[in-house]
């Protein structure tokens, strides 16, 4: 198993271009989420899927869009990057559809730069 | 609301113990326990369920207060390998079941020689 994996490791965009982060998981999972992580804040989670066709909003949602067409695949739109979106973003996958009964596994993380 | 930890950082000798405290304001449904290490993903550490069940590693052990709301994560005999920042993740007891988890701002543990 590849576990939970995010492509790309590093991205630098400009203020104003939209772009699409990659997750995928290869564990059957039901529960998939995004978090964004900024120095001293912790994780905030942006979105997250308790199944395919299912989505809803986390603790930061504005500006990002997502989509679960599939079990494996869970993409993070950004709709028109700003710098406050610079940040690193884990990708994370958990067997649950609750999300919060089982562990919940991490992607290595996309870091992005908005200048 | 984001769950309050402490301490924000500690510094350990190897052999030595540490206790990190984990409190919400608001009836819980179940706590998680990550460790991150510099520059890389958040690894499970513990979950910590409404009505008394855990699952996590045998050599971590941890507690969940649930009329307090509050955790606890109990490192013993440090080992170098356990640096890193430790991060508590929250559930609110809705009622209806919980989906989001809510994150505090970490606990950078440091063991040194």
């Known amino acids: 198993n590849a576990g939970v994996t995010q492509t790309p490791k590093f991205q630098v965009l400009k203020t104003g271009q939209s772009m699409t982060l990659q997750c995928a998981q290869d564990?059957?999972?039901?529960?998939m989420s995004w978090y964004r992580q900024d120095p001293g804040m912790g994780l905030r989670l942006i979105h997250y899927?308790?199944?395919?066709?299912?989505?809803d909003q986390g603790e930061v949602p504005n500006g990002y869009n997502v989509s679960r067409s599939t079990t494996e695949d869970f993409p993070l739109r950004l709709l028109s990057a700003a710098p406050s979106q610079t940040s690193v973003y884990f990708c994370?996958?958990?067997?649950?559809?609750?999300?919060?009964?089982?562990?919940?596994?991490f992607g290595p993380g996309t870091r992005l730069t908005v200048t | 609301q984001q769950p309050v930890q402490s301490p924000q950082a500690v510094i350990l000798r190897e052999g030595e113990d540490a206790v990190i405290n984990c409190s919400s304001s608001?009836?819980?449904?179940?706590v998680h326990w990550y460790r991150q290490k510099h520059g890389e993903a958040p690894v499970f550490l513990m979950i910590?369920?409404?009505?008394?069940e855990q699952k996590g590693h045998d050599k971590i052990s941890a507690s969940f207060n649930e009329k307090k709301q509050q955790s606890s994560l109990y490192l013993t005999a440090s080992q170098l390998s356990y640096s890193g920042t430790y991060f508590c993740?929250?559930?609110?007891?809705?009622?209806?079941?919980?989906?989001?988890?809510?994150f505090g701002k970490g606990t950078k543990l440091s063991v040194i020689p």
């Open positions: 608001k009836a819980l449904y179940s």
């Open positions: 993740g929250t559930a609110r007891d809705s009622g209806a079941g919980s989906y989001q988890l809510t």
């Open positions: 899927s308790v199944g395919a066709g299912i989505t």
């Open positions: 910590l369920l409404k009505g008394g």
């Open positions: 994370a996958s958990s067997y649950s559809g609750t999300g919060v009964s089982y562990e919940q596994y």
């Open positions: 564990m059957n999972h039901e529960y």
